[in-house]
């Protein structure tokens, strides 16, 4: 199993990234895919998650409104496309998997089993 995340980097706040897990050795179409992100000295957090089927997302409500996640089952890829980013922002941010997770666990940490090695983004002027 491969999750490998890509597309971090040094963005200055207000800024846009756009970070893209590729997926491989699962199902990917019978699991959801989340995005997780952990600052220095923090708890791991949900940034985000979507369903197998791309129908149903959970978002946490600090990035609500800025942050969206989005898949491609056929490339098997998961996006998180991050707008007016802010300091709070940084830390590294992970793509885990979770095969047959339900729309009522999607923001539950220990639905996913699969885990990649993350990206790290950093928010500085």
């Known amino acids: 199993v491969q999750l490998q995340a890509s597309g971090g980097g040094l963005v200055q706040p207000g800024g846009s990234l756009r970070l893209s897990c590729a997926a491989s050795g699962f199902t990917f179409r019978s699991s959801a895919i989340s995005w997780f992100r952990q600052a220095p000295g923090k708890e791991r957090e949900l940034v985000a998650a979507i369903h197998r089927s791309g129908g149903g997302t959970s978002i946490a409500d600090s990035v609500k409104g800025r942050f969206t996640i989005s898949r491609d089952n056929a490339k098997k890829m998961v996006y998180l496309q991050m707008n007016s980013l802010r300091t709070e922002d940084t830390a590294r941010y992970y793509c885990?998997?979770?095969?047959?997770?339900?729309?009522?666990?999607?923001?539950?940490?220990?639905?996913?089993?699969?885990w990649g090695q993350g990206t790290q983004v950093t928010v500085s002027s």
């Open positions: 885990a998997a979770g095969p047959s997770v339900i729309l009522s666990n999607l923001a539950s940490r220990s639905a996913y089993v699969y």
